[in-house]
Antibody, heavy 120, light 107 residues
Framework: QVQLQESGPGLVKPSQTLSLTCTVS??????????WSWIRQPAGKGLEWIGR???????NYNPSLKSRVTISVDTSKNQFSLKLSSVTAADTAVYYC????????????WGQGTLVTVSS | DIQMTQSPSSLSASVGDRVTITCRAS??????LNWYQQKPGKAPKLLIY???SLQSGVPSRFSGSGSGTDFTLTISSLQPEDFATYYC?????????FGQGTKLEIK
């Protein structure tokens, strides 16, 4: 069974870049069966899809964040990463990584989530 | 972008009740609709994919239906562990979007 684990700083200063990594275990990130996605959730609010990457390096981003987001993959480490630049308090949220099935697009495996707070 | 609208936003029900949550897409998404359950402090859990397929390990009291723009999630007989927030999500096109959530509370 695939397991995902987010890691990265829990506190980021305004205007700086948020950087998170998701480590995949129990399966190969290069299997070709999944997209690898980032999703976030501000406290008490709903879920927002940030973007995804395929093992080939092909990406799709949410247009609302596209100018600030970069998702990359490191197949040698079985990891994928999120960078979000020029953060503000509005980017404070729990950030989840998740696997997204190629066929249907469902998010079937999720990390536990990591809270990132943007504050000086 | 496709907008997903759930109703109701919150719902009070009792153990044993039959509950239905509705999700409407702003345009046709065929059957590219998935349902998730989220409990406080936890990641969402996939319940239903492709509108009506039950994810492995999910109790059969959960079911989904619909296609096009209108979808429903039904819980046939509420159990104590079902009180949570439920989200629909479209995977027809990017950006993949979620409904705003339906909070299911104990009456």
């Amino acid at each position: 069974q695939v397991q995902l684990q987010e890691s990265g700083p829990g506190l980021v200063k305004p205007s700086q870049t948020l950087s998170l990594t998701c480590t995949v275990s129990g399966g190969s990130i290069s299997s070709g069966s999944y997209y690898w996605s980032w999703i976030r959730q501000p406290a008490g609010k709903g879920l927002e899809w940030i973007g995804r990457i395929y093992t080939s390096g092909s990406t799709n981003y949410n247009p609302s964040l596209k100018s600030r987001v970069t998702i990359s993959v490191d197949t040698s480490k079985n990891q994928f990463s999120l960078k979000l630049s020029s953060v503000t308090a509005a980017d404070t949220a729990v950030y989840y990584c998740a696997s997204q099935g190629i066929a249907v697009g469902d998010f079937d495996y999720w990390g536990q989530g990591t809270l990132v707070t943007v504050s000086s | 972008d496709i907008q997903m609208t759930q109703s109701p936003s919150s719902l009070s029900a009792s153990v044993g009740d039959r509950v239905t949550i509705t999700c409407r897409a702003s345009q046709s998404i065929s059957s590219y609709l998935n349902w998730y359950q989220q409990k406080p402090g936890k990641a969402p859990k996939l319940l239903i994919y492709a509108a009506s397929s039950l994810q492995s390990g999910v109790p059969s009291r959960f079911s989904g239906s619909g296609s096009g723009t209108d979808f429903t999630l039904t819980i046939s007989s509420l159990q104590p562990e079902d009180f949570a927030t439920y989200y629909c999500q479209q995977s027809y096109s990017t950006p993949h979007s979620f409904g705003q959530g339906t909070k299911l509370e104990i009456k």
